[in-house]
Nanobody, 124 residues
Framework: QVQLVESGGGLVQAGDSLRLSCAASGRSFSSYSMSWFRQAPGKEREFVAT????????YYADAVEGRFTISRDNAKNTVYLQMDSLKPEDTAVYYC?????????????????WGQGTQVTVSS
């Protein structure tokens, strides 16, 4: 089992950058694929990015491709989401998720462990 705690959210202006962190506790962090999802008010939780265990391959939602970068530091049991060129439509609660799985899963229901979320607000 793994516990996840996100941090790094805040209020920024359009065009600014933020880096979110997700610290994991528990064993075998490197055996988990990790993802970031987000949920805006009145909308369903949506996939943002994933980094697959072992290979380190990354995948992104079209809406963030080229602006966001997911990375991980297995020595620190932490996954990051670097968000550049932020837009007002990026405003949401951002969640990290974990699953001991090798592959691409973009549905929130497929992920086993979740953090509590961190709010990102981008003003225009």
């Amino acid at each position: 089992q793994v516990q996840l705690v996100e941090s790094g959210g805040g209020l920024v202006q359009a065009g600014d950058s933020l880096r979110l962190s997700c610290a994991a506790s528990g064993r075998s962090f490197s055996s988990y694929s990790m993802s970031w999802f987000r949920q805006a008010p009145g909308k369903e939780r949506e996939f943002v990015a994933t980094i697959i265990r072992g290979s380190g391959s990354t995948y992104y939602a079209d809406a963030v491709e080229g602006r966001f970068t997911i990375s991980r530091d297995n020595a620190k049991n932490t996954v990051y989401l670097q968000m550049d060129s932020l837009k007002p439509e990026d405003t949401a609660v951002y969640y990290c998720a974990a699953k001991q799985f090798y592959g691409l899963l973009m549905e929130s229901a497929d992920w086993d462990y979740w953090g509590q979320g961190t709010q990102v607000t981008v003003s225009s």
